[in-house]
């Protein structure tokens, strides 16, 4: 295959169109979360995240985990973790059977705020994904997610992380 490939080319803009409908649909979310509930589209990512965890084994996250979860670094998701600490919506500690290991809980606090925000989050989703549509380019890759309607419990994960 040469760079002129046209099966090439389709592939590379196909990979165009889906960057592109991800970014516009993040951008409408960041916005509307920024505004109503002060809230990053990673904010609210790991505050969902971790508010899946459970008490039973296996049901804290490790903090790679939690960075797969919400796709950023180790660093970046401690980084973030600390943030949403300091504005009392996460807490940490430690593990009980392994000192070096730390968990995050969301607080009374983040759940409430998470509460809040998850129905401005679908808003802003389904407004992105509705003007998307109106763009042919985007309009087959819109159809496909929404046909995708795969039950919370089965969306896909990170290895290891709960649903």
Known sequence: MTAMDPALTALAQSWCALSLLHS???????????????????????????????????GHLQMKQVADAVVLSQSATTR?????????????????????????????????LLSEARPTNDCALREALDEAARNPELAPL????????????????????PT
């Open 142 to 161: 819109v159809k496909a997610v929404e046909e995708l309607k795969m039950p919370a419990a089965s969306i896909p994960t990170p290895a290891g992380v």
């Open 80 to 112: 973030l973790v600390t943030r949403l600490e300091d504005r009392a919506l996460l807490s940490r500690y430690l593990c009980d059977t392994d000192r070096r290991g730390i968990y995050t809980d969301v607080t009374e606090d983040g759940l409430k």
């Open 24 to 58: 516009r649909i993040e951008a409408h979310i960041e916005r509307a979360l920024q505004a109503k509930h002060d809230l990053s589209v990673r904010e609210y990512s790991l505050l969902d995240v971790l508010s899946r965890q459970h008490n039973g084994p296996g």
